[in-house]
């Protein structure tokens, strides 16, 4: 099978792609080329995965002034060209795709080559991206039951979210012993997304003696935020410092040890959320981000309305967080209950459904 693949600029939406990937892998082996756009955060997280990369020219519309969205949209028939010529140099069995403006133009040429198509949804709410790839693919799966209202029903299958693989298998004790945490006592993950999230970042550092008072902090900053983060760990005393654990970013199997060792998160509501903290049964303080559309307030009050998580809203957070994380950690019984309804959210399994499906619908 030669298997195109394209996707969101994020990791919560590269990820899902490379866990189907090593599903199919196991059945057999496979040609892959990641087609998406030049320069993008995606390219980097494919290098990583030591996968082929071919980098097209993209650019978003959705929120843009007039000018920049005209510019984008030359730039997007631009990558519909290049993806076509892509194509035609060797024809693909099937397209992969999870949506993100880079992933339309890699859709349409697609299309256009009578390449069968599934495309998955991470995120609850469809935006224009994966609105418009819908009327192209050829199936659709979808992280949960709710995503049917927006997209053609006949072609919908609910799958779950698919971890990362390298997650399986990572234990509680293991995972708090290979980060050099203690036993018996909390543990605060705070994080922000393959970028990290200044305002989440700016919050725990403002905040760190509050917290650290009620948990061991792990703090994923993100590269960007990390000199400063870094500058403000060197500042704590020796007994608070020993309880902060800050990180530029984790990769794989360790950000896996992270979730696995927390009990409680701090996080943006991004499409990994689904997933990863119902599959570590962790539940979190929910932060979306407020400049952007409204995917991540339709995740976070998805996990809300199931008790697995609570919202803290970005405006609120600096003078918030700590009372927020107290509360919840010193609230045993309510953080338990909070844990066994977002372990009961999770499917194990979504990768292994989509594998099957892009083996049933390859050309």
Known sequence: MFLWMAGGGTGGHVYPGLAVLQALKAAGP??????GGSGSVEERLVARAGLPFAGIPAGG?????PWRAARNLVKLAQGFFAALRLGRRRRPDVLFVTGGYASVPVALAAWVLRVPILLYLPD?????????????????????????AFLPARKVVVTGYPVRPEFAGIER????????????????????????????????????EGLLEVAHVVHISGERDWPWVAARADTLPAPARGRYHPYPYLHGAAMGQALAAADLAVCRAGASTLGELPYFGLPAVLVPYPYAWRYQRVNAEWLVSRGAAVILEDARLKGE????????LEDPARLSEMRERARALSRPDAAGHLAQWLAEIRG
């Open 30 to 35: 496979m040609d892959v080329l990641y087609v």
């Open 61 to 65: 519309l959705h929120g843009l002034a």
């Open 124 to 148: 609850i709410e469809p935006g224009l991206a994966v609105r418009f790839i819908a009327r192209l693919a050829t199936r659709i799966g979808v992280t949960v039951e709710e995503s049917r």
């Open 321 to 328: 967080l700590v009372p927020t994380v107290r509360s919840l």
């Open 173 to 208: 004790a293991a995972a708090r012993a290979a980060l050099g945490l203690p036993d018996g006592e909390p543990v605060l993950l705070a994080f922000g997304g393959s970028t990290g999230a200044r305002s989440i970042n700016q919050a725990v550092v403002e905040n760190l």
